[in-house]
Every structure is written in structure tokens, then in C-alpha cells.
């Protein structure tokens, strides 16, 4: 994102900050309103099938009862996501004490959109999503970040606790991966 | 505006920026450029747009107004209100009640003749006796002890407290002790 609508994203999402902090709930509702989606895909994108809203709500607790560690070094909305993909990690651990942990890779990366392929009839989104879903989850946490949510290699690496230069690397190593498997399909 | 010169790669990384219509005005017009020129470029956009319209189906539907009723109230500092002012203001008259009455004490003995009130101390302890104790607070009978006893308690009194009278209380008391042997 251009760095002038960052900043200006980034003031917005702090005064809404202030307003709930000054006891006005609209501003929580408008910071609701603003991340909530972007959330919800990023869940999505990460194998999470159930209880996405119960996630989405989880990260918007946590963030509101934490907000004082927030910093404006980042968006609000990367601070998000950090706090999120921290939530999934604990739940797949949770999950993996309960299951054997190959099996539920396998399942998440194979099945991570199975629910939306009948809404889904363009063949071609679908060959894309099979491709995404066979990326490393490094690659593919980068990619859908990237393409998005169109956070910038910085963020994602505050995210992902990787480095900007590793975001970058991965990104690239991604778009060329779904490439060749596209290709691959259509040499079948 | 002068057109800076991106090289390939800063291209190919603002192309999500590109497709997402986030870019300047210059880099954009860089990015038209070199599109027009470079097919490998113009694919790996073609395959960004493409997933990114096939991500973007997915998303979930979020309950706004659940969320929303979810979210904890802001903490305000709280203020001291009823019976909590009430206690913060008696706590503060009592420090300087009696802070005040400690201070009149130490003058009275730092300005009077320091032997002579000593002096009356122990004569009234001396009439009253045991069933009379002159104060209570150091767990005993003050009429039992010595006159070098009396000496070392005020001595160790004057440890705790700061003001400039206490030595002058302290090295006064000495003398009387020594006297009443």
C-alpha cells in the first residue's frame, strides 16, 4: 500500500482507538466494521474451516484488552493478524494434542476451501486455490498476505516473525510454485 | 515530476500494490511501462489477479454485532468516590494530626529545660508507681527502668525520626540520666 494511505489508515484506526477508549462504542464498532473481513480471509487462508467468527472474535478481544501494547510501529490491522496467527498456532497445538499432527497438515492444506468449492464454478479460481493450498505454509501465509491484504514484506514479516527480506524471498518462491503446478495441470 | 528508474525487480514486487491500485502515480506509470515490453511480467500479474479474485470468494461472514458486544469496556482510572474519598481524607487528616503532635512534642523538649521535663517524667513515674505506667507504648513499664535504659530507648527513638530537634532531645536526656543515679 502507498505509504500515504497507510498513514492515513494507521490515523484513522488510532482515533477510533481513542473514541472507545473515551467510552464511545461506535469506535469499536467502526475498527469492527474496518478488520473483521480481513481477518476472516486470513483465517481462511490458513486452514481454518470451523468457528472462523469465534477466531475473528478471539483476535478482537485479546486486541481490545491488550490495546495499550499497541504501538503504531505497524497498522493496527498487521497488529491483527499477529495476534490471530498467534491464536491459530495455539489451536493447532491444542487440536494436535488431541489428534496426530501429520494427519491435520494433511487435512487443513487438501481441504482448506473444500466448504466454498460449490459456491465456487470458475474452474480456473479453483486450479489456483489447489495450488495455493499445496504451497508451504511459509509460502502460502506470504502469498495470501501479499495478494490479499496487500500488506508490504515488513508487515508481513512482523506477522509471521520472519524477516523482510525472507517475506520478500518466499513471496517470489510462491508466485513460481503456483505457476508451475497451473502449468503442470495443464500439461494433464 | 522526473521518472525514476525501478529496476525489474522492485517492479514485479509492487505488482500486488499494482493490481490493488495502491501505487503512485510515477510508479505506476513505470509499471505500465514495462508491461508493455515484458510478457513474463504481464502473466505473473495475469495469475495475481486470478488468485486474488479466487481468494477473495472465500471469505467468511463475521458477526459484527457479536463481536462488537464481545469486545471489553476501555478501563478508565477509577475514581475515588463515597466512602473511598471519605477514607482517603481520614487517613491523610490522621498522618497530619499526628505528625503535627509529634512535632509539638519534640519542640516542647528541644525548647524547654530538657532536664527539668525528664526530670518531672520520672518523678511521676516515681509517685504513681508500677500501677501507673508512664506510657504503654513500648510494651513495658517505663517507671522500671534505669536511667541509662531511659537514655538508650530515647536514643534509639531518635533513629526514626528525621527532625533536627531529636539529637538535640537526645544528647539533653544524657546528662539528666547520669544526674538521677
Known sequence: MHPDANAAELAADIELIKRWRDGDEKGARALVERHAQALSRFAASQGVRDEVDELVQDTFVRAFAAIDTFRADSSFRTWLFTIERRLILDRRRAFRRRKDDSEVDERDAATAYDSLDTLVAEETAQRIRDAIARLSPMQRDVFTLRLTEGLSYKEIAEVLGSTEGAARVHYHNAVQAVRELLDDDAKL | ?181
Do not use: C
Not at chain 2, 495502491?22 to 495475481?48: F, G, K, N
Open chain 2, 1 to 181: 515530476m522526473t521518472m525514476r528508474n525501478f529496476d525489474r525487480g522492485e517492479l514485479l514486487d509492487r505488482l500486488p500494490d499494482y493490481d490493488r491500485g495502491t501505487l503512485s502515480d510515477m510508479e505506476r506509470r513505470a509499471i505500465d511501462a514495462a508491461l508493455a515490453s515484458d510478457p513474463t511480467m504481464a502473466r505473473e500479474l495475469e495469475l495475481i489477479r486470478l488468485a486474488r479474485a479466487a481468494l477473495a470468494v472465500r471469505d467468511p461472514a463475521v458477526d459484527t454485532d457479536r463481536i462488537v458486544a464481545a469486545i471489553p469496556r476501555p478501563v478508565r482510572t477509577r475514581r475515588a468516590t463515597g466512602i473511598g474519598r471519605w477514607s482517603v481524607a481520614a487517613s491523610i487528616a490522621t498522618l497530619i494530626v499526628g505528625g503535627a503532635s509529634l512535632v509539638v512534642v519534640k519542640q516542647q523538649f528541644a525548647t524547654r529545660n530538657d532536664s527539668a521535663v525528664v526530670s518531672e517524667s520520672l518523678q511521676v513515674a516515681s509517685a504513681n508507681g508500677a500501677a501507673q505506667p508512664i506510657a504503654t507504648s513500648f510494651g513495658y513499664d517505663l517507671s522500671e527502668l534505669g536511667a541509662d535504659d531511659l537514655a538508650q530507648v530515647m536514643a534509639e527513638m531518635e533513629k526514626f525520626d528525621g527532625m533536627p530537634a531529636a539529637t538535640h532531645v537526645a544528647r539533653a536526656v544524657v546528662p539528666v540520666a547520669e544526674g538521677g543515679k
